[in-house]
Structure formats: C-alpha cells, structure tokens
Nanobody
Framework: QVQLVESGGGLVQPGGSLRLSCAASGSIFSISVMGWYRQAPGKQRDMVAFITSLGRTNYADSVKGRFTISRNSAKNTVFLQMDSLKPEDTAVYYC?????????WGQGTQVTVSS
C-alpha cells in the first residue's frame, strides 16, 4: 500500500504563489507517473498536471504558463509550484502516483485564492 502526504496548501491573494508537496511512502514499486488533480466545490475532479519518470510533463490549459510540476524521484516526492494564482484556482488539490498499474491518492490539501 502506498501512502501519500500532501502539504503546502493555504490562503493566498490573487497573483500570489504557493508550492505544494506530496511525498509517497510504503509499498512503492516503479512509480511511473506522479501528478495533481483538483476539485472545486460542486465540480468534478480535473487533472492539473503530471510528470513521468522520464521527466515529461503535461498541464491543463487553464494552468499552462503559471504552474510548474517537478519531482524528486530519489525521494518519491512531487511538487507543484503555483504562480499568478487566480480565484478560479481555488479547490482541493489531490496528488496521485501510478505504480504497477495501480493509482494511489493523497488526502487532499485546500488552496484558497481570495483577497
């Protein structure tokens, strides 16, 4: 079983920045993809960004140019640097990892962008 612990969420003003972290532990074998989804109140959970074991990245159109995903494979950790935040970025952010055809999720961290 894989455990994911997220940190870094909080309240920030529009235009501000936050950095989310997610550390994986437990029965980790050959993590292929690490990434982030988010879910705003009353909406579905949407992909934000992911990064493969080879460093290839993919972003949702709504965050391109503002968010940057990175990973430390040696520490099984993934990061999401969020800049130029907008009120519409407000959501619970969930990290995930894909390992040997199974997906594990973190518990979620709240990000609120408001003045």
């Amino acid at each position: 079983q894989v455990q994911l612990v997220e940190s870094g969420g909080g309240l920030v003003q529009p235009g501000g920045s936050l950095r989310l972290s997610c550390a994986a532990s437990g029965s980790i074998f050959s993590i292929s993809v690490m990434g982030w989804y988010r879910q705003a109140p009353g909406k579905q959970r949407d992909m934000v960004a992911f990064i493969t074991s080879l460093g290839r990245t993919n972003y949702a159109d709504s965050v391109k140019g503002r968010f940057t995903i990175s990973r430390n494979s040696a520490k099984n950790t993934v990061f999401l640097q969020m800049d130029s935040l907008k009120p519409e970025d407000t959501a619970v952010y969930y990290c995930y990892v894909d390992s040997l055809s199974s997906r594990s999720w973190g518990q979620g961290t709240q990000v609120t962008v408001s003045s």
